[in-house]
């Protein structure tokens, strides 16, 4: 089945320009749910996939096209994983970046490890009740700063420290992040799966 045209279920501009950006040599023509005024999914599950499929089947249910959506966050070794699924939660509502981040050094005070990975997982879907959901995930490993670093990216970026450029993920450029991030492992993991639909 050949996809031309596909509602990315994100209002994250961020998120949405990073998934754009890998789409491209495709030539699918990429929509934002937020363009056809779909509202947010409820994300009441524990796993990144549960979350993820119900992000995709929500938003391809209300525009009748395939939905790609991912579901992501960043795991902390000391913290048994949290933030996880609930990363952009972190520090309640509203939401905030600099909120959730204050929040995670706060609780990782006095930790000498630091060890953390973001966690990625996609979802396409060809419509709504799609039998077959097409998935795909990515990890980029890293830790946690003590302060955040860098002026780019968005979310954890300043103070996810990738210990084998040395450069944080605020500190990369877009192509080299879409490269080796979560996001980027798991949408190229997507796009070979997209190539053999």
Known sequence: MQISKLVIATGNAGKLKEIRLLLTPLQI??????????PEAAEPHCTFVENALAKARHAS??????????????????LGGAP?????HYAGEPRSDERNNTHLLDALKNQS?????YHCVMVLVRHPNDPQPVIAEGSWFGEILTAPRGDGGFGYDPL?????????GAE???????????????????IEKIKSL
Not at 29 to 38: M, R, T
Not at 113 to 117: E, L, P, Q
Not at 172 to 190: D, V
């Open 61 to 78: 249910q209300l525009t009748g096209l395939p939905a790609l959506a991912d579901d992501s966050g960043i795991c902390v070794d000391v």
């Open 160 to 168: 996810f420290l990738d210990t084998q450029i040395g450069k944080t």
């Open 172 to 190: 990369l450029a877009l192509e080299t992040k879409n490269r080796i991030s979560h996001r980027g492992l798991a949408l190229a993991a997507l």
């Open 84 to 88: 996880g699924v609930i990363s952009a």
């Open 29 to 38: 023509e990429v929509l934002s749910q937020s363009d056809f005024n779909v």
């Open 113 to 117: 490890n630091r060890k953390a990975h």
